[in-house]
């Protein structure tokens, strides 16, 4: 089943520690018209994580039942615990023509461009190994053993961003968000170009 909304739809994937969620949260802070969805997850919340504002924290019970009545678009096992993002609020957002970002692990964004061919997908690397181990320690929020599953798993991740739309390598993080908006920006013009209106394109540009 292929999906036709006048939203846009984005998708960040990137091994843990490669800066994925700073790299999102200075970019929403950028665009306005952009909007981050909210997964559900059974992974216990870190120090200062929110329910409902980083994820909607559930258990393995609340998770199941969620996947048997289909009230995910995608749903995955990551790292040990499953991670799903729900139908219901970035449907009202797409069909409402706003721009939805997704925080989702590889298995996930390619099951949403099956879903949604329009889809951008973008993978943000780390610049080494080496640097994506000290950001995860320097992040000082997961337990040593959980760090190096992390650093093993990174392994076979990188190996999927062959598969997306763009790479972005995550070294000065300056320049990494100014990537990010420009694929942002180049995505809008192209849509509104193809929809074939002047208002469109000029809306997508912010003129007047
Ligand atoms: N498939 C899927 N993956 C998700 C979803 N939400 C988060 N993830 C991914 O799960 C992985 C682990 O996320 P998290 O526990 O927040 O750790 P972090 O990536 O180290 O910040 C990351 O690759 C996330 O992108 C989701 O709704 N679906
Ligand atoms: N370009 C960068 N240079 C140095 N440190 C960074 C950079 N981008 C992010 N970080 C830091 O690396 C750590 C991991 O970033 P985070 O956004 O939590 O990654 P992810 O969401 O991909 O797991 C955080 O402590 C963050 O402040």
């Known amino acids: ?37 909210v997964s559900h997850t059974t992974r ?3 120090g200062q994580e929110r329910h ?12 199941r039942a969620m996947i048997d009545r289909g009230d995910f678009f995608e749903w995955a096992e990551v790292h040990g615990n499953l991670y799903g993002t729900s139908r219901a609020a970035m449907e009202a957002r797409l069909s409402q023509g706003e721009d939805v970002v997704l925080e989702i692990d590889y298995q996930g964004a390619l099951q949403i461009k099956q879903i949604f061919p329009t889809a951008v997908l973008i993978f943000i690397l780390p610049p080494s190994w080496d640097e994506l181990r000290q950001r995860l320690l320097r992040r000082g929020e997961d337990a040593g ?15 999927q961003a062959r598969h997306f739309d763009y790479v972005v390598v995550n070294a000065l ?34 003129l007047n």
């Open 173 to 206: 993080f300056e320049t990494a968000l100014f990537d990010l908006k420009a694929i942002v920006h180049a995505q809008r013009l192209k849509w509104a170009a193809q929809r074939r209106s002047r208002s469109a394109v000029f809306d997508a540009l912010q």
């Open 52 to 63: 409902g504002r980083e994820y909607w924290f559930i258990g393995q019970d609340e998770f």
């Open 44 to 46: 216990a919340p870190r």
């Open 1 to 37: 089943m292929e999906m036709d909304y006048p939203g846009n739809l984005y998708v960040v994937a990137a091994p843990s520690g490669a800066g994925k969620s700073s790299l999102v949260k200075a970019l929403l802070e950028l665009d306005s018209r952009l909007m981050v969805s």
């Open 145 to 159: 053993e959980v760090i190096e599953q992390r650093m093993v798993n990174a392994r076979h991740e990188v190996a």
